[in-house]
Antibody, heavy 120, light 107 residues
Framework: QVQLVESGGGVVQPGRSLRLSCAAS????????MHWLRQAPGKGLEWVAA????????DYIESVKGRFTISRDNSKNTLYLQMNSLRAEDTAVYYC?????????????WGQGTLVTVSS | DIQMTQSPSSLSASVGDRVTITCRAS??????LNWYQQKPGKAPKLLIY???RLQSGVPSRFSGSGSGTAFTLTISSLQPEDFATYYC?????????FGGGTRVDFK
């Protein structure tokens, strides 16, 4: 069965960096686009970034462009999110997710999420 | 960006009730509309994709309809495990945006 396990969350000061990882199993990782999404405490869902199956295409929500970088290592079945210059408003549970259709399409599987808290 | 508006933001219902949630897009999104269910402390779960296609393993009491800018999610007979928050999402064009959510709780 599809499993997505995020790691790397924690408490970080504003302006610092953090890298999230997502270990994928149960499907052929190299064939599917992947997303990062987030949910601030008590708030709704927000898409953050997407990457195509081979890494040739990527896109971001405007508020993280230039600060966050999505990447993947298909040899390790792992998705990453490098987050630099973190702000308080980046505080959220971050979810790794597998795309069901095109690389910017719907999400058919989600990880359990990892909490990122940006606070001094 | 495409804005997604869900209504109502919350509703109270009883087991066995028919529940309908509406989602409207600020511009046409064809049928690139997906529905997710989220329970407290858990990751969202895909229910419906492409407006009306039921995800594998999802009970048939869930259905979706609509195209263009207006969409609905219907639960034909609400079950105890269906009390949750429901989100619509457009995947027509990035940034992929979500509706604000509809919380379904006990009447």
């Amino acid at each position: 069965q599809v499993q997505l396990v995020e790691s790397g969350g924690g408490v970080v000061q504003p302006g610092r960096s953090l890298r999230l990882s997502c270990a994928a199993s149960g499907f052929t990782f190299s064939r599917y686009g992947m997303h990062w999404l987030r949910q601030a405490p008590g708030k709704g869902l927000e898409w953050v970034a997407a990457m195509s199956y081979d890494g040739s295409n990527k896109d971001y929500i405007e508020s993280v462009k230039g600060r966050f970088t999505i990447s993947r290592d298909n040899s390790k079945n792992t998705l990453y999110l490098q987050m630099n210059s973190l702000r308080a408003e980046d505080t959220a549970v971050y979810y790794c997710a597998k795309v069901g259709g095109s690389w910017t399409g719907y999400v058919d599987y989600w990880g359990q999420g990892t909490l990122v808290t940006v606070s001094s | 960006d495409i804005q997604m508006t869900q209504s109502p933001s919350s509703l109270s219902a009883s087991v066995g009730d028919r529940v309908t949630i509406t989602c409207r897009a600020s511009q046409t999104i064809d049928n690139y509309l997906n529905w997710y269910q989220q329970k407290p402390g858990k990751a969202p779960k895909l229910l419906i994709y492409a407006a009306s296609r039921l995800q594998s393993g999802v009970p048939s009491r869930f259905s979706g309809s609509g195209s263009g800018t207006a969409f609905t999610l219907t639960i034909s007979s609400l079950q105890p495990e269906d009390f949750a928050t429901y989100y619509c999402q457009q995947s027509y064009s990035p940034p992929l945006t979500f509706g604000g959510g509809t919380r379904v709780d006990f009447k």
